[in-house]
T-cell receptor, first 116, second 111 residues
């Protein structure tokens, strides 16, 4: 298994600003993912964070709005840019340890973003 | 879409009773997983059942899978206050595919 931490469990931001969320893992992992969970909804995959290359975004999500960095095998950041109230959600990162299939994911505690 | 749909959307039961949640999905799958989420926080993986399995147990949890009906159920026996949470089913179509989450069932255990 892997222990995942996300810096700041809760953030309140003003519209038009940006928020960067960090995800730190206690061991090297192959795959890291970012999800969004809108209020009362399920989780939706935003992108797969690829180490050393650009993230792979899902339909409906673009790099300009959700830039992602993954400088090494234990760390990734998700930025939510030009915030609007519609961006109020919980953002979660997850990881897949080496040698496991992609569907075996461990989730971080999530960051609850409120945009005012 | 292969997204799972849980029912009921919300469930309230007395402590000690059994809770049953159902999940239906639309396409063939490699496996189906159940997760728990407490108070809108991180997800905890509960159990994974593969497409060639029909039933799986883990402690007070029992999961069934009926691939002919494209449905699964999660049974929590002898419920406790700490079981109050949202429960999500999630399907995986192929081995290295994405996890697709359902909308969840909000379970509330009454004292």
């Amino acid at each position: 298994s892997a222990v995942i931490s996300q810096k700041s469990s809760r953030d309140i931001c003003q519209r038009g600003t940006s928020l960067t969320i960090q995800c730190q893992v206690d061991s090297q992992v192959t795959m890291m993912f970012w999800y969004r969970q809108q209020p009362g909804q399920s989780l939706t995959l935003i992108a797969t964070a690829n180490q050393g290359s650009e993230a792979t975004y899902e339909s409906g999500f673009v790099i300009d709005k959700f830039p992602i960095s993954r400088p090494n095998l234990t760390f990734s950041t998700l930025t939510v840019s030009n915030l609007s109230p519609e961006d109020s959600s919980i953002y979660l990162c997850s990881v897949t340890p080496p040698d496991l299939p992609t569907y075996e994911q461990y989730f971080g505690p999530g960051t609850r973003l409120t945009v005012t | 879409s292969q997204q799972g749909e849980e029912d009921p959307q919300a469930l309230s039961i007395q402590e000690g009773e059994n809770a049953t949640m159902n999940c239906s999905y639309k396409t063939s799958i490699n496996n189906l997983q159940w997760y728990r989420q407490n108070s809108g926080r991180g997800l905890v993986h509960l159990i994974l059942i593969r497409s060639n399995e029909r039933e799986k147990h883990s402690g007070r949890l029992r999961v069934t899978l009926d691939t002919s009906k494209k449905s699964s159920s999660l049974l929590i026996t002898a419920s406790r206050a700490a079981d109050t949470a949202s429960y999500f089913c999630a399907t995986v179509k192929n081995r290295d595919d994405k996890i697709i989450f359902g909308k969840g069932t909000r379970l509330h255990i009454l004292p």
